[in-house]
Nanobody, 122 residues
Framework: QLQASGGGLVQAGGSLRLSCATSGFAFDGYTVGWFRQASGKEREGVSYIDNTDGRTWYEDSVKGRFTISRDRAKNTVYLQMNSLKPEDTAVYYC?????????????????WGQGTLVTVSS
């Protein structure tokens, strides 16, 4: 299971930290990704971290503003979001795929959290 939390309402330029708490599977054996879906748009990949080798990836529009990290002791992945923009407004989902997926292809992700809403006001 995955439990996403940390969303909320923030002004442009502000920060939020999303958390994805995982349970029921071997944390180190999975890639955990963050996806977002804005109203009326397709769900898109934002970032992922491979828990086996630590490899990370970011979508171009969030590079330099978002940072993904993990806490193995807590089986939790975080997404620190800084310098937020109104266009970052979306429901954010975390998902898990088998290790070394190195992709944001949604079909490769077997487990999905319930989503947490991020709203950035201008």
């Amino acid at each position: 299971q995955l439990q996403a939390s940390g969303g909320g309402l923030v002004q442009a330029g502000g920060s939020l930290r999303l958390s994805c708490a995982t349970s029921g599977f071997a944390f180190d054996g999975y890639t955990v990704g963050w996806f977002r879906q804005a109203s009326g748009k397709e769900r898109e990949g934002v970032s992922y971290i491979d828990n086996t080798d630590g490899r990370t990836w970011y979508e171009d529009s969030v590079k330099g503003r978002f940072t993904i990290s993990r806490d193995r002791a807590k089986n939790t992945v975080y997404l620190q979001m800084n310098s937020l923009k109104p266009e970052d407004t979306a429901v954010y989902y975390c998902a898990a795929a088998r290790s070394a997926t190195y992709s944001t292809n949604r079909q490769l992700y077997n487990y999905w959290g319930q989503g947490t809403l991020v709203t950035v006001s201008s």
